[in-house]
């Protein structure tokens, strides 16, 4: 066994020999480096630039830059205020003045400032703050351009009673029983405290139909004046 070894050890150097003496050599004793000449691996492939990334970036031409979509002159008008506010449900709800029984909407009104005041005939408070709107109107005297409502939100109150009460106090103004949607859309719109008489709730809407909540509580006729005074100086 030993001298099997010994033989096969001695062919080996032989066929090394042999090979080193016709100057080749086999493909697996090529040095790593010569191989990697032989082909440019992918990699090597990946990192060279190509033709076109070689290339500087193409700046766009004004032309092509007008071929962009430009927003027109009417695109870029910002809606109004008034195109944005749609007017609410309450405003096209019919309503009948109790002194006169005629028959209106809030919508009849645009161009003119409408005071309106959520009120019952129970209500202590109701009573003092209409007896700041009559000294408002006194003050101010004659103008169409003002209207001044009273809606009675109490449901269990008629139209009869309505009258009498503003009748006797020389509130000469339009009182309108409250229908119940109306009524809700002005607690869901304003606060509930719109259906709570004795907090006194009052709004002023202006001559494009934008209503402004005023605060609660009793509000002097100067108070009222100068709530007021900006809208009916506006011009419509």
């Not at 859309?185 to 709730?201: C, I, K, V, W």
Request: contains cysteine; aromatic residues 6%; proline residues 8%.
């Amino acid at each position: 066994m030993k001298k099997k070894n010994i033989v096969l050890n001695v062919m080996l150097l032989l066929a090394f020999v042999l090979a080193a003496c016709s100057g080749t050599a086999p493909d697996t004793m090529k040095k790593p480096e010569d191989a990697m000449m032989d082909k440019p691996t992918e990699e090597a492939m990946m990192d060279k630039p190509t033709e076109e990334a070689m290339m500087p970036h193409e700046t766009p031409t004004a032309d092509a830059m007008m071929m962009k979509e430009t927003p027109t002159p009417d695109a870029m008008v910002k809606p109004t205020e008034e195109a944005m506010m749609e007017a609410p449900a309450w405003f096209s709800a019919s309503l009948t003045d109790v002194h006169s029984g005629e028959a209106f909407t809030i919508n009849d009104l645009k161009g003119k400032v409408v005071l309106v005041e959520t009120m019952a005939v129970w209500c202590s408070n109701c009573f003092k703050q209409q007896t700041q709107v009559k000294a408002l109107h006194e003050s101010l005297g004659m103008r169409d351009d003002l209207v001044t409502i009273g809606f009675d939100i109490d449901p269990n109150e008629d139209a009869a009673q309505l009258k009498d009460f503003a009748t006797t106090n020389g509130f000469e103004w339009k009182y309108v029983i409250s229908p119940t949607d109306v009524s809700r859309d002005l607690s869901s719109l304003y606060g509930a405290q719109f259906l709570n008489p004795p907090s006194t709730p009052m709004l002023i809407i202006d001559r494009h139909g934008i209503a402004h909540p005023l605060p609660f509580g009793i509000k002097s006729a100067d108070d009222l004046m100068k709530a007021l005074q900006p809208y009916l100086d506006e011009a419509m």
